[in-house]
């Protein structure tokens, strides 16, 4: 059983190569779990997202994946990988059910959401603006070591965030140099 708060909150520098490498490892068995199940035809995208999908960005030693499927699969999908692949599977919706696991001592969240959702949008938004704006990345490496520093509680830490993400929302949405294969949808 893997308790998302087992974990300190513990910012680590950026090993971006190293968790593109284990975020592909993972992909892998989450396509290889889904196929294995006949559920492939279920699975839209798996993205690497979160802190570290982004080059330079300190993070957490947390590998996030958003594991886009149909909209009537969520929890089908979400049970299957956690019989399969193991971890502590969480019903936060009917359209999310997170799925915390360990592998080969690497900490992975898996986020299965319905390709309607909006949350995987905001997470794949909000990791290509820092991606390409340095001064953004720069801004969000500040306020996590603030955070960070200030609580061991992951909803504290994560909800320090929020007006911060609604900002890099806000400039995908103007921003013309900035582009996206869906609407970018506002904070939950």
């Known amino acids: 059983m893997v308790d998302p708060n087992d974990d300190p909150i513990e910012l680590v520098s950026s090993g971006h190569d190293a968790w593109r490498e284990r975020f592909a490892a993972e992909r892998d068995r989450v396509r290889e779990t889904l196929h294995d199940a006949a559920l492939e035809s ?12 982004v080059p330079g ?4 030693d947390i590998v996030d994946l958003d594991v ?3 909209d009537d699969a969520v929890a089908s999908v979400s049970r299957t990988l956690e019989t399969e692949l193991g971890g502590t ?3 936060n919706s009917d359209e999310w059910h997170p799925l915390f696991r360990r592998e080969n001592g690497q900490r992975f969240n898996d986020h299965v959401f319905a390709a309607s959702a909006d949350g995987w949008r905001i997470s794949v938004v909000t990791r290509d603006v820092l991606a390409s704006r340095p001064d953004l990345r720069e801004e969000y490496a500040a306020l996590k070591r603030d955070l960070a520093g200030g609580t061991d509680d992951l909803t504290e830490y994560s909800v320090g965030k929020t007006a911060f993400v ?6 995908a949405r103007t921003d013309e140099a900035l582009s996206f294969a869906f609407e970018v949808p506002t904070v939950e």
């Open 89 to 91: 599977r969480m019903e």
């Open 57 to 60: 960005l300190p993070a957490k």
């Open 68 to 70: 886009v499927v149909a």
């Open 166 to 171: 609604e900002r890099v929302l806000e400039i």
């Open 42 to 53: 279920a699975l839209e995208r798996v993205e690497h997202v979160g802190s570290t999908a």
